[in-house]
T-cell receptor, first 110, second 113 residues
Framework: EDKVVQSPLSLVVHEGDTVTLNCSYE??????LLWYKQEKKAPTFLFML????IEKKSGRLSSILDKKELFSILNITATQTGDSAVYLC??????????FGTGTRLKVLA | DGGITQSPKYLFRKEGQNVTLSCEQN?????MYWYRQDPGQGLRLIYY???????QKGDIAEGYSVSREKKESFPLTVTSAQKNPTAFYLC????????????FGSGTQLSVL
């Protein structure tokens, strides 16, 4: 059975800390891995990774995929209170099936 | 602005009642999805549709029904057969055969009275 596992489930840090969120997967017919940020309602897109070892970066956020070991990490440096959210990892299997992890709830304290 | 519109934001269902959640997109996307999100759980797929007049069951389709009569619209009906409907429902869409980013609506919170 296809599955995506995120860790930790929740995390509390102070502003300025660096955090690493993990996503491991066992999925048939892997096509891509996606990260989303969910603050209140609608998840917003962060990154899509398809190739192993190539880092995607956007400001203080970065992500990398390891297709051999079947995992991805999302790094957030110099965290701010606005980074508080649930971070979702999803894997696209085949042409249509997006499989989501349970998410990591991040709380950044001022 | 292009996007996905879900309505209503909040919905209450009485016992034995069917309710319909609306999802409309103006992104010209081919594929549309319905997900259910429960506290502490990830998104679980209810139904998806890759083309007009065609749709497939996801992992938790029992107690739900959908239609896809227009490319822009993918309404979800929560029937009385769904015994535990209280959840947050997200509609999503994507192009097929190209950009694989999934775009989401702002969701509908359904509660049982």
């Amino acid at each position: 059975e296809d599955k995506v596992v995120q860790s930790p489930l929740s995390l509390v840090v102070h502003e300025g800390d660096t955090v690493t969120l993990n996503c491991s997967y066992e999925v048939t017919n892997f096509r891509s891995l996606l990260w989303y940020k969910q603050e209140k309602k609608a998840p917003t897109f962060l990154f899509m990774l398809t190739s192993s070892g190539i880092e995607k970066k956007s400001g203080r956020l970065s992500s990398i995929l390891d297709k051999k070991e079947l995992f991805s990490i999302l790094n957030i440096t110099a965290t701010q209170t606005g980074d508080s959210a649930v971070y979702l990892c999803a894997v696209l299997s085949g042409t249509y099936k997006y499989i989501f992890g349970t998410g990591t709830r991040l709380k950044v304290l001022a | 602005d292009g996007g996905i519109t879900q309505s209503p934001k909040y919905l209450f269902r009485k016992e034995g009642q069917n309710v319909t959640l609306s999802c409309e997109q103006n992104l010209n996307h081919d594929a549309m999805y319905w997900y259910r999100q429960d506290p502490g759980q990830g998104l679980r797929l209810i139904y998806y549709s890759q083309i007009v007049n065609d749709f497939q069951k996801g992992d938790i389709a029992e107690g739900y029904s959908v239609s896809r009569e227009k490319k822009e619209s993918f309404p979800l009906t929560v029937t009385s057969a769904q015994k535990n409907p209280t959840a947050f429902y997200l509609c999503a869409s994507t192009r097929t055969g190209g950009d694989e980013k999934l775009f989401f609506g702002s969701g509908t919170q359904l509660s049982v009275l």
